[in-house]
C-alpha cells in the first residue's frame, strides 16, 4: 500500500491567497482527521470525518478554513484568505474504525508545509 | 476532555545511555495509548501502543507499560543511538471521544555520539 499521500509538499504563498491542500487516505481507512504543527502549538487536531462525514471541527481556527471530503479517497483543506500565522506543516492521517478492528492507530502523510508570506 | 502531559524537551543523552520520558494521561473512558515518533522532515509513525491496563507496548527496544492507577504511559529504552534522534509524542484515543487521537506536546531527543 502507498500510505496516505498529501500534496504539495512544500507551499509558498502570498497573504490573501487560496491555499487548497489533499490528502488521499489509505485504502479501506474510514477514519481521516487534519492536524497542524507548529513550533507554539504543537499537534493540533482540526477536524476528522467517518465514513466521508465531517465529526468534529471543533479545531478548525476559523471560518477561513474549511475542509471536505467528497469520496472515500480524497480530502481537502482550504484556507482562504491565508494569512502569515496560518504557516504550519499541515497532516492528514487515516485510520481503520470500528469497535473490534479499532485501536486508534494513525497513519500519517508526510506533511504539507506551508509559508504564507 | 482527555488530555496528555508528557515531559518537556530537549534531552540530550550519550550513546548506549537510559531513556525515560515520562507520559501522564487524563480520559473519561478507556483510552488506548500510544508512543509516537517523527524523523526531521517526516510525518508521524507509530512506535508502540497498549490497549489496556498493564499491556506492554515494545518496538525497537523501546518499552512503555499502561499503568491505570498511575495514569502514565512511561517510554523507556536501554541503549539508545544517535539514530534514536527525534520527537517523540505520547498520545490516546478513547471510544468516547470519538476515536479522535490527542497528542502531548512531544519531546526531542538528540543522541550524541
Known amino acids: 500500500d502507498a500510505g496516505v499521500i498529501q500534496s504539495p509538499r512544500h507551499e509558498v504563498t502570498e497573504m490573501g491567497q487560496e491555499v487548497t491542500l489533499r490528502c488521499k487516505p489509505i485504502?479501506?481507512?474510514?477514519?481521516l482527521f487534519w492536524y497542524r504543527q507548529t513550533m507554539m502549538r504543537g499537534l493540533e487536531l482540526l477536524i476528522y470525518?467517518?465514513?466521508?462525514?465531517?465529526?468534529?471541527d471543533s479545531g478548525m481556527p476559523e471560518d477561513r478554513f474549511s475542509a471536505k471530503m467528497p469520496n472515500a479517497s480524497f480530502s481537502t483543506l482550504k484556507i482562504q484568505p491565508s494569512e502569515p500565522r496560518d504557516s504550519a506543516v499541515y497532516f492528514c492521517?487515516?485510520?481503520?474504525?470500528?469497535?473490534?478492528?479499532?485501536?486508534?492507530?494513525?497513519?500519517f502523510g508526510e506533511g504539507s508545509r506551508l509559508t504564507v508570506l | 476532555g482527555n488530555s496528555v502531559t508528557q515531559m518537556e524537551g530537549p534531552v540530550t543523552l550519550s550513546e548506549e545511555a537510559f531513556l525515560t520520558i515520562n507520559c501522564t494521561y487524563t480520559a473519561t473512558g478507556y483510552p488506548s495509548l500510544f508512543w509516537y515518533v517523527q524523523y526531521p522532515g517526516e510525518g508521524l509513525q507509530l512506535l508502540l501502543k497498549?490497549?489496556?491496563?498493564?499491556d506492554k507496548g515494545s518496538n525497537k527496544g523501546f518499552e512503555a507499560t499502561y499503568r491505570k492507577e498511575t495514569t502514565s504511559f512511561h517510554l523507556e529504552k536501554g541503549s539508545v543511538q544517535v539514530s534514536d534522534s527525534a520527537v517523540y509524542f505520547c498520545a490516546l484515543s478513547d471510544q468516547t471521544g470519538g476515536f479522535k487521537t490527542i497528542f502531548g506536546a512531544g519531546t526531542r531527543l538528540f543522541v550524541k555520539a
Open positions: 485504502s479501506g481507512h474510514d477514519y
Open positions: 497498549a490497549t489496556k491496563a498493564d
Open positions: 492521517a487515516s485510520s481503520l474504525g470500528g469497535l473490534v478492528a479499532n485501536t486508534g492507530e494513525l497513519f
Open positions: 470525518f467517518n465514513n466521508n462525514v465531517p465529526i468534529d
